[in-house]
């Protein structure tokens, strides 16, 4: 099967920074299963409100949209803002699976409450929206901050191995809200669950885009895909509106 | 990967088949190796609480020695997920419950899902495990199907009957205006595919996408949190072991 995944901040310009081979060890992938990047026509890739999350689901729809024609047999959003993955639920047959919304169900199946730790308290908004949208803000503890909003550049620079401290600190707290779960709530802490033992032992750290992956994978597998009667499709298809979004580079700085 | 599946009922071997067919084989890795037991002894179906307790212990007793056998993951073959706290509790190996399971995929697939059930199963006992988990407002509702479950031959002989289950499944499509529906027991699960063949809707099947989940759990390296789920202070394994079982244990003498 050949999984179609959407990366924020990937254009045909820096395409080959993350592999297939990488993401598919991350996520413990089949060898049947290819994971294939497909480029934005966008370089935005930190977004902080709700108006950039909406250019960003304008990209992503355009990327998203075409993935039945050119062979893919699911289409995962490794950007925790979920955005347009209903827009292309509805618009597309194929599983559409987003990382936030896969990684809150595998918190149910795992504990109680989970929380989830963004890297930056500007990215905590996204989280709001999509647990009270999916109706499980109820099942969230907390959403924890590594860095507070005035501190983005920090949050930037911010590298798991390098300073596991804060990951701690975040957790922690986490934990004092009555986490049993916790939730990695940025696709840009991938690889942050090898710091899992920062926690207490038997704590599951759920990475968003190795989750979303494998689940996209699941649901494949199982004949499964999202509902078409949760997600009708579109009475008139105006895939022509979107596809003429201009492309942009160098905007997001 | 060796995942143990606990029948709650001591069927018999034809019974274990039926059971044993939810196995989802050509969605599993062919390396990934499923065990169907059975538990020692029977409860009745019926009023659920006092029969509640009964299926917990001994479901937890077929459970507690997996990790040790050299078991990766547990699973029960029921929607109740009956025994799920205590084995997540005993164990550090995952333990999934197809209540959940069906529960969380439902909310990943679609918004509002309806369970479809039968008459001496009832439904109550959905009240009682979405309670549990906090999730009764992603639930349509219950819809019972008037034909009597059987633990041993399933829905095998009662075809006639299935046309009965697709009308309430489509009700609850209609007027409970669910967009998934949920298999409401294991025993229920040969109604799956038909129903999945003639509904514009996922269907799902607990038994069978536990054990895949099972496996996806596993190969992502999670487990259930041991912060909802600590372990014991001290272990009754013993207690436990020696309940009574329609047989005599040849390999236990109940100490």
Known sequence: MRIALLVPGTTTENLQAVTSAELSAQASLSSQTVVECVPLRTDLEFTGSFYEDLVLEMYLADAGIPAPEHGFDAVVIDSVTDGAMQALRARLSIPVIGSAQASYVTALMLGQRFSVVTTWAGWNHAHERSLASYGLRHKCASIQALYPRDQLAQARAWRPQEQPEVLAGAISRALADGADVIVLGSSTMRGATVLADTGPAGLPVIDPGAVALKLAETVLSMGLSHSKAAYPAPKELLDYQIFSLPTITGASE | ?255
């Open chain 2, 1 to 255: 990967m060796r995942i143990k599946y606990i029948v709650p009922y001591p069927v018999d071997a034809a019974g274990l088949a039926l059971r044993a067919s939810q196995i989802p084989a050509t969605a599993l890795d062919p390396s990934t190796e499923v065990d169907v037991v059975t538990v020692r002894n029977v409860t009745l179906m019926g009023p659920r609480h006092y029969a509640d307790l009964i299926f917990d212990m001994y479901i937890t007793e077929a459970g507690l020695a997996a990790q040790d056998e050299g078991y990766d993951a547990v699973v029960m073959d029921t929607l109740s997920d009956s025994a799920l706290f205590a084995l997540r509790s005993r164990l550090s190996i995952p333990v999934i419950g197809p209540g959940i399971v069906a529960f969380a995929m439902a909310a990943l697939l679609g918004k509002r899902f309806a369970i479809i059930t039968m008459r001496d199963i009832g439904a109550e006992i959905y009240h009682k495990v979405l309670s549990q988990y906090d999730l009764g407002s992603k639930c349509a509702g219950v819809r019972i199907v008037d034909v009597p479950s059987n633990v041993t031959a399933l829905l095998t002989g009662k075809e006639h009957t299935f046309g009965l289950f697709l009308e309430q499944a489509q009700l609850a499509l209609d007027e409970d205006r669910a967009d998934v529906l949920i298999v409401g027991s294991t025993t229920m699960h040969q109604i799956a595919d038909y129903l999945r063949e003639r509904l514009p809707v996922p269907v799902i099947s607990g038994g069978s996408l536990a054990i895949k989940l099972a496996e996806t759990i596993v190969n992502l390296g999670l487990s259930h949190s041991k912060v909802a789920f600590p372990a014991p202070e001290r272990r009754y394994d013993d207690a436990f072991l020696a309940l009574v079982g329609l047989e005599p244990r040849d390999d236990h003498a109940g100490s």
